[in-house]
């Protein structure tokens, strides 16, 4: 949730699958290639891993935002990006919207912080197979071992200082719509 661009939020739910499966599965399958060259393994990575993200992404997304997908796809856009930049968008009657998308933002932030206790697990593991993989494998075990480990530590380093960041951005469109919708109380929440 916390990771889908304002792109997708404009598109319908088929294209929103199609969407966030594609880019998962030619994210994993570019580096399945890397690793093994068999452009078979890439293709059925793409494959099923895309099914996988293609499902559970907008599933998601529908899930923790419900009154986003009864807004125009362009109105959902444009509260998305407005909420991500720290603004009220330029149509008022978004701000509850805003409000919404915002408290969506932080279920989803606390759902993935329930998460981040295997982050430290799994990047010890990536060292530890890159390592391996340094000693014994090939280029291209080595090169995608280490790119997985850079992925890791940037989850691990970089996501919480990034995250923290947009949900600040998110408090600051929330009170900037409180300004501009004069009838809705400061400390409610939808």
Do not use: K, Q
Not at 67 to 93: F, I, K, S
Not at 155 to 166: S, V
């Amino acid at each position: 949730m916390i990771f889908v661009p304002g792109l997708l939020w404009r598109c319908g739910p088929v294209n929103r699958a199609l969407g966030a499966g594609l880019a998962a599965g030619v994210f994993f399958g570019a580096f399945v290639l890397l690793e093994s060259g068999s452009w078979a393994a890439a293709a059925v990575v793409l494959v099923v891993l895309g099914l996988l993200f293609g499902a559970r992404v907008p599933r998601r997304m529908g899930r923790l935002w419900p009154a986003g997908l009864r807004l125009a796809p362009a109105d959902r856009a444009t509260v998305v990006r407005a909420t991500r930049r720290g603004e009220a968008p330029a149509d008022p009657r978004l701000a509850p919207a805003v409000a919404e998308y915002a408290a969506a933002l932080r279920r989803g932030a606390e759902e993935d912080r329930s998460h981040r206790w295997i982050i430290p697990l799994v990047t010890v593991a990536a060292v530890a197979l890159a390592v391996y993989d340094t000693l014994a494998g090939s280029f291209g075990e080595l090169l995608v071992s280490w790119l997985v480990v850079a992925l890791f530590l940037g989850e691990l380093l970089w996501w919480p200082r990034a995250g923290a960041r947009l949900l600040a951005r998110t408090d600051r469109a929330e009170a900037s719509t409180r300004r501009t919708d004069p009838g809705r109380a400061p400390d409610s929440t939808p």
